[in-house]
Every structure is written in structure tokens, then in C-alpha cells.
């Protein structure tokens, strides 16, 4: 099976999609979903039929390990 790309719709991904238990009730939120191959795509929670940006692990930990470090903090 070929690669997910960036931007497929994310309604055609066969994927069990996820949100933060930190999301409210307004749609503030993204929700991930494992592929079948290893990505890791996501997509808007407002737009489930929009497109989706599909990531590896090893960028998706990165990210995380940032998030929890303050990197990003100044964004918010």
C-alpha cells in the first residue's frame, strides 16, 4: 500500500480517529488517527471531511516531546 499523502480527504482514511479529552464542547480540538503503514494523520474536528496532514511517528514524537517541553507555550 502506497504512503498516505498530505491532504487526502481524511473521510476517505479507514481510520479510528481520536480526540483529546481536553476538547470542549465548541470544537476547539484536532483528532489523530493511526494509519495502516505506520502514519499518524490529522485532521481539523470542525472539517472531518477536509483534508488531513499525515505525519511518521518519529515527527509526531518530536512535536510532542516540544509541546510538553514549553516550546510552543509562546504561541498561545
Known sequence: MPPVQN???ASS??????KSRHSNAEGNCVEVAA????GIA?????DPD?????????????FVAGAKDGEFDHLL
Open 35 to 38: 494509519l495502516t503503514g505506520g
Open 42 to 46: 490529522v485532521r481539523n474536528s470542525r
Open 13 to 18: 482514511l479507514d481510520a479510528r480517529w481520536i
Open 7 to 9: 491532504g487526502v480527504r
Open 50 to 62: 477536509g483534508p488531513a496532514l499525515v505525519y511518521t511517528p518519529a515527527e509526531v514524537a518530536a
